[in-house]
């Protein structure tokens, strides 16, 4: 049960209703991620560099899993997660790696590192490259997939493109061939590497959810990030106003969404105190899991959809996730992150439903992605989808990021060996992915361009 302790943060009637909340509807904290920045370990020697981030994550967050523990047990709130988040590793390495295998051993580095404090995941192997890259960023690209293959914690991303500078078209083409590369090389556990994999648009600093966490370069040298979610929750609250109007609908997820994010917030800020680290923001994500009742489709059905991908989606998860961002910076002057919606396929047992009926196909996703959270996310395809094709499909989703000025993002599965109709089964978080159709039509001279795409009229605000 929680305790009745936080000082003007909860009061005994909102400690009933959380309490409920925990026991019944699946609320938890899904993250506390620490970010680390890594500024003050870049050395031209690697094995001094690697020496050096080790040991400061290992000072800067060696009490983080038992600091979690710690505030789970006293207040009654799960807390999932223990994450690290590290800036980014392109930026880091680029004095002392020379090839695609020291960069490696600095995935490595920070795997140990990770796994000796017991955190689940650690993100920030990294780069942001909306705009160009260097030569060693390139190299950095190049190493991805061997990272991810032989490491069990770390976690990648790459941003691509942003509102203020349009989209690296170059990096894209790239990352086609990366994502097709690291599905390969993790072929013998499902394919996995891809899904520590995302590639970004308009990535934000401070997001505490993988596998795009990473310690942005706004921040400073350490921080408190929370990721807080209750698909459960919501729908529940949504099953005591049952055909009422769309106000009501509306007031109901935004009071829910208020009193999810005051738990956040107080897991923070404890969090923050107990480690002696400035609390940064509170992320308010609908982010689901594979468990019974713990789905964003489900609430979609609540709101009055046979499945996901019906006419009208798009409306109602635009509703959801503006109501949840209303109620959530009522309750906390720091939301920040992703905060909203989240509609991964794998990873949502009513997604997954929704796909196998034939209602929700990767087209209609691409346009739920326009008022979501993120984007097209934990998604297996087939095998043998070219690199090409994948890179279409993040130049799609990248360009809705950009004109829309949002956060977009892809994550993709090639299930090699797999054709529609087969299932990927990661087991745990990651759940089980229907393969699913892709457009057969080709993309490639397009691709094959060189440059970027420019950014929209409307990112001149000088």
């Keep these: 049960m929680m305790h009745i302790r936080e000082k003007a943060m909860i009061n005994i009637t909102e400690v009933a209703e959380t309490n409920a909340m925990i026991e019944k509807e699946n609320l938890d904290v899904r993250t506390i991620t620490m970010g680390i920045n890594l500024f003050d370990c870049i050395d031209g020697d690697l094995d001094r560099l690697c020496g050096n981030i080790y040991n400061k994550i290992r000072s800067k967050a060696g009490r983080l899993v038992e600091v979690g523990e710690h505030i789970a047990k006293s207040y009654g709130i799960p807390v999932v997660n223990k994450r690290i988040s590290v800036t980014p590793i392109a930026t880091i390495g680029a004095a002392a790696c020379r090839t695609s295998a020291d960069y490696v051993r600095i995935a490595k580095t920070l795997d140990e590192a990770a796994g000796s404090i017991g955190v689940n995941l650690i993100g920030g192997y990294s780069a942001i490259i909306s705009k160009g890259m260097t030569d060693k960023e390139v190299i950095f690209l190049d190493s991805i997939p061997e990272a991810l293959a032989v490491t069990t914690r770390l976690c990648s991303s790459v941003n691509v493109g942003s509102t203020k500078t349009g989209i690296n078209m170059d990096a894209i083409r790239k990352m086609g061939e990366i994502v097709k590369l690291t599905s390969e090389r993790s072929y013998g556990t499902e394919s996995l590497g891809c899904a520590k994999l995302v590639v970004f648009c308009n990535a934000p600093d401070d997001n505490p959810f993988m596998a795009g966490a990473f ?95 019906a006419p009208g989606t798009t409306a109602a998860l635009a509703l959801l996730n503006d109501q949840v961002k209303k109620g959530g910076v009522m309750a906390s002057s720091y939301v920040g992150g992703l905060s909203g919606a989240f509609i991964p396929v794998s990873e949502d047992r009513g997604m997954i439903e929704a796909v196998n009926a034939g209602a929700l196909t990767l087209e209609k996703l691409e346009a739920m992605t326009c008022v979501c959270s993120v984007g097209l996310d934990m998604i297996a ?82």
């Design 215 to 309: 310690h942005g370069m706004t921040e400073g040298e350490a921080v408190i990030n929370v990721g807080v979610s209750g698909p459960g929750v919501v729908k529940a609250a949504l099953e005591s106003v049952r055909g009422e109007s769309f106000e009501v609908l509306c007031e109901t997820i935004k009071k829910t969404a208020f009193k999810i994010t005051r738990v956040g917030q107080l897991v923070a800020r404890e969090a923050a105190r107990e480690l002696n680290v400035p609390f940064g923001i509170v992320d308010l994500s609908l982010a689901p899991t594979p468990a019974i009742g713990d789905s964003v489709a489900d609430i979609l059905k609540e709101i009055g959809l046979e499945h996901p991908g």
């Design 381 to 462: 395809i087939p095998g043998d989808t070219s690199a090409a094709t994948i890179s279409g499909i993040i130049a799609d989703e990248m360009a809705i990021g950009m004109v829309n000025q949002k956060t977009t993002a892809v994550r993709l599965i090639p299930a090699i060996g797999m054709k529609v109709g087969d299932t990927l089964n990661f087991g745990g978080l990651f759940g089980e992915a229907p393969i699913m159709p892709v457009n057969s039509f080709s993309c490639e001279s397009f691709i094959a361009r060189e440059g970027r795409i420019p950014a929209p009229i409307h990112s001149f605000k000088n």
